[in-house]
C-alpha cells in the first residue's frame, strides 16, 4: 500500500502552487491533481486549527487527534489544544500490537508499518468539501483484526477517497487501543482502573463524541453517522451498538462478517476476565500491591504473559475458541454490567441500547473455509473447487459432508443457482454465517429499527478462482477500491459493476437508513418471517430463507 502523502511526491505541486493559486484549489481540479500549501485545507477542531491536502477533489486528513490516552488501561482525555495550525499529513500511531497485517490487498502491496503507542487515539477524515454546511452523511470505518490487531490504514482498500467522492459523504476511520491495553481487567484494584476491560470501545466512544462536537466544519452531518465495520469491526459495531454511552452518536450500523458466537454474538464475562487477569499477574510475578508497575513494563513483557494467561484461562473454564476447534481466547470486550449491560444478543432480543439503530448485517459465502488455498496459491491455482474433476469433486463433498453430501449439494444449488456442484464444499455454516443469522434475528425480533441482510458470494477470476469469496473479499467493493485491489479482484467490468452496486448501497443507507443502488431490486428489510437477504454476486438478486435448509443440513443443532 503506497502513502498517501509524502513530502517528495507533492513538492512540485506545492511549489507551484504555493499560496493564493494553493489557496484557490477546490475539488473540482483535474484528476490525478494534489494540492498543498498555506490556507490550504485548513479546518477549525476544538483543540485547533489542522491543515490537509485535497487530492482528486477530496480533502484529506490524517493521524487527527481525538482523545488522548496518557497512561494504561484507563480512559483516555479531551485533547491538549495547540497553538497554529497542525499538519494532518501522516497517519498516526497505531495500538501497539505484535502482529500487524491483514488478508493483504494483492501480492504488490506489503504491510504498512506504523509507530506504536498507548497514545493512538487519532483519526483520518476523507471529505468531498469544507467549510460549505454541506451537512453530509458521515460514514466511520472500524478496522478488523477482532480486538487484538489491525490500524485505521493497514490496507490500501481502507482509504476513503473513492467512497468519499462516489457518495458525496464524509468517510472516517479511527485507531484505538487494542489487546491488553484495551482489554486488561483490573478493575478490583480500585477507582482508577474502574473502566479498563473496555478502555479500548471507550475510546470510540470519545472518537464519536469528537465526531459529533468536529465533523461540521469537515462537511459532515454529526446527526447522521454511520458505523460500518468488517470482522472485528464490525464486532465493534455490535459493542457499540451495546454501550448505552454511544448511544445518540450514531444512527446506523453495517456489520460486515463481523462476529463468531464467542466474538460478538456473545463477549467475555466477567467472571472470565477477572481470571485472565490472575493468570497475567501470575505469569508476571506480580501481586496486587504492584499493579502500578503494569504502567511502565514493556510491552512485550506484557504480551508474553498474556498470551500464557489467555490460553491457560481457555483451557481451564473450558472455553471453546472464536475461531477454530478446541479451547481458545482473544481480546475482547468485557460484560461488566456498566459500560456493556449485556451482550449484544440477548436472551429476549438484543442489547436494548441498538434497538433504535438500523443495521445492515451479513457476511461471504466462503469466508474462512478455503484459508488453505489462500495460505499456498502457487498450488491452489490448478488444484480448487474450479479444476476439480467430477469424481474429486465426490470425494471432498463426502470427505466434508459423509453421507449428507448429496442433500447438501441439492440444498446449496437451490440457495446459489449460479454456483456448481464444486461450490459446496468451501461453503460456510458455522463460523460465522450462523453467528450473523443469529444477531439479524435477535436484532429483528425487538421490532425496533429495520434490520437488512446479505451475502456475498462473488468470486474472483483471479489465480483461476482459488481465492473463492474469502473473509475480506467484499472490502474493495465497499470502497469502491477494486483499483487499489486489482490484484485480487481482477478490476474487470463484472468487478466494476458490483463495486457500483455494493458501494452505493452501503451509501444510500448511510444516507437515508434504506440501502438501495441501480441494479439491485428493492431490499426489504430482515425479518425471521421474511428472511429477505440481498445476494451479491454478478447478478444481484433478492431471496427469502434462501439458505435455511442448507443450514439446517449443516449445523442441525445450532438454534438462532
Known amino acids: ?54 487530492r482528486n477533489g477530496v ?26 495550525v497542525r499538519l ?120 464519536l463524541r469528537w465526531i459529533r462536537d ?15 465495520g468488517e470482522s472485528g469491526g464490525g464486532a465493534k459495531v455490535l459493542a457499540l451498538m451495546t454501550a448505552p454511552e454511544a448511544k445518540g452518536l450514531f444512527k446506523r450500523g453495517i456489520v460486515e462478517s463481523g462476529a463468531t458466537e464467542r466474538m460478538g454474538v456473545t463477549f467475555t464475562s466477567r467472571e472470565v476476565s477477572e481470571r485472565i487477569t490472575d493468570h497475567v499477574l501470575e505469569e508476571l510475578g ?30 481451564e473454564m473450558k472455553l471453546p475458541a472464536p475461531l477454530g476447534g478446541g479451547y481458545g481466547l482473544y481480546w475482547e470486550p468485557v460484560v461488566d454490567g456498566d459500560f456493556l449491560p449485556t451482550s449484544p444478543v ?32 502457487g498450488r491452489a491455482q490448478f488444484d480448487n473447487q474450479n479444476t476439480w474433476s467430477p469424481e474429486e469433486t465426490d470425494r471432498r463433498l463426502k470427505a466434508a459432508y459423509g453421507d449428507k453430501a448429496e442433500e447438501v449439494v441439492k ?19 458455522r463460523t460465522i454465517r450462523l453467528p450473523m443469522l443469529k444477531i439479524m434475528s435477535h436484532k ?21 478462482g482459488a481465492l473463492t469469496s474469502y473473509h475480506t473479499a467484499e472490502i474493495p467493493f465497499v470502497f469502491h477500491n477494486i483499483d487499489r485491489a486489482d490484484t485480487i479482484t481482477g478490476n474487470g467490468p463484472d468487478a466494476r459493476l458490483l463495486a457500483d452496486r455494493m458501494s452505493d448501497a452501503w451509501i444510500n443507507f448511510a444516507r437515508s437508513g434504506k440501502p438501495a443502488a441501480e441494479g439491485i431490486p428493492d431490499w426489504k428489510p430482515y425479518t425471521r418471517e421474511s428472511g429477505v437477504t440481498m445476494i451479491f454476486d454478478n447478478e444481484v438478486r433478492s431471496a427469502s430463507h434462501h439458505d435455511r435448509e442448507l443450514m439446517r443440513l449443516l449445523a442441525p443443532d445450532y438454534e438462532y
Open 1 to 54: 500500500m503506497r502513502r498517501i502523502f509524502a513530502f517528495a511526491a507533492l513538492a512540485l505541486t506545492v511549489g507551484l502552487m504555493g499560496g493564493a493559486a494553493a489557496r484557490a484549489a477546490a475539488p473540482g481540479d483535474a484528476a490525478g491533481t494534489s494540492t498543498a500549501g498555506p490556507g490550504v485545507a485548513v479546518v477549525r477542531t476544538e483543540a485547533g486549527e489542522v491543515q490537509g491536502y485535497v
Open 59 to 84: 480533502y484529506t486528513y490524517h493521524g487527527v487527534p481525538y482523545a488522548e490516552a496518557k497512561e494504561r488501561f484507563v480512559p483516555a482525555e479531551k485533547v491538549t489544544p495547540w497553538e497554529g
Open 88 to 207: 494532518a499529513f501522516n497517519y498516526g500511531p497505531i495500538a501497539p500490537q505484535v502482529w500487524l497485517g491483514g488478508m493483504g490487498s494483492g501480492w504488490d502491496n506489503p504491510p504498512r508499518s506504523f509507530r506504536q503507542d498507548n497514545n493512538c487515539q487519532n483519526l483520518n477524515v476523507w471529505t468531498p468539501g469544507i467549510g460549505d454546511d454541506g451537512k453530509r452523511p458521515v460514514m466511520v470505518w472500524l478496522h478488523g483484526g477482532g480486538f487484538s490487531t489491525g490500524a485505521s490504514a493497514i490496507e490500501e482498500v481502507y482509504d476513503g477517497a473513492n467512497l468519499a467522492r462516489r457518495g458525496d459523504v464524509v468517510v472516517v476511520s479511527v485507531n484505538h487501543r487494542l489487546n491488553i491495553v484495551g482489554h486488561l481487567d483490573l478493575s478490583r484494584f480500585g477507582e482508577k482502573y474502574k473502566r479498563s476491560a473496555n478502555v479500548g470501545v471507550m475510546d470510540l466512544v470519545d472518537a
Open 214 to 228: 468536529n465533523i461540521a466544519p469537515f462537511g459532515g452531518d454529526p446527526e447522521n453517522v454511520t458505523l460500518f
Open 286 to 315: 506480580m501481586g496486587s500491591g504492584d499493579v502500578e508497575a503494569l504502567q511502565t513494563m514493556p510491552y512485550e513483557e506484557l504480551v508474553k504473559a498474556s498470551e500464557r494467561a489467555l490460553a491457560r484461562t481457555a483451557e
Open 346 to 377: 440477548t436472551k429476549d432480543g438484543f442489547a436494548a441500547a441498538g434497538k433504535d439503530v438500523a443495521l445492515l448485517i451479513g457476511s461471504n459465502l466462503t469466508e474462512w473455509t478455503a484459508v488453505d488455498q489462500l495460505r499456498d496459491m
Open 411 to 429: 440444498a446449496f444449488l437451490e440457495a446459489y443457482p449460479n454456483k456448481k456442484r464444486a461450490d459446496a464444499v468451501h461453503v460456510d455454516s
Open 444 to 464: 429483528a425480533d425487538q421490532r425496533g429499527a429495520p434490520v437488512y441482510a446479505y451475502v456475498f458470494s462473488w468470486e474472483s477470476p483471479v489465480m483461476n
